[in-house]
């Protein structure tokens, strides 16, 4: 680069400028790709904590649940499940306050 600003080489200063521009116009790219991916990075492990929290949660509560009375086995099955539908046929529907795909995601993360 040096023998081409002296005018020692087959390059002209303006080719050699406008390599280094589109070089770095690359790297100003690349920075932002990495801005936006450290972001990603942050969120997906706000999200990990977040279920592995929920996770041990629930394990807590299973503990709790073998060892404890009539009465707080009914609170910790009221905290659990969000929902209960009959219908006909004996039809029933089950919707917890925590979702499969949590729950499984949690486990792996233990």
Same mark, same amino acid.
């Given at each position: ?7 020692n ?7 050699v ?7 770095? $116009?690359?790297?100003?790219? !690349? /920075? ?7 972001e990603?990075?942050? @969120?997906?492990?706000?999200l %990990?904590?977040?279920?592995?929290? $929920?996770?041990?949660k629930? !394990? /807590? ?10 009465? @707080?086995?009914?609170?910790? %099955?009221?905290?659990i499940?969000?929902?209960?539908t009959?219908?006909?046929g ?21």
């Amino acid at each position: 680069m040096l023998d081409s600003i002296e005018g020692n080489c087959v390059f002209t200063p303006e080719q050699v400028k406008r390599r280094m521009d589109t070089i770095q $116009q690359r790297i100003d790219e !690349l /920075s932002n790709q990495i801005s936006v991916l450290q972001e990603q990075i942050s @969120e997906a492990s706000a999200l %990990a904590d977040e279920i592995m929290k $929920q996770h041990q949660k629930i !394990l /807590s509560w299973a503990d709790i649940y073998d060892a404890a009375p009539p009465e @707080e086995k009914r609170m910790i %099955a009221s905290y659990i499940v969000k929902a209960v539908t009959l219908s006909r046929g004996y039809d029933i529907q089950v919707e917890l306050n925590i979702s499969e795909t949590q729950y499984l995601n949690g486990m792996d993360l233990a």
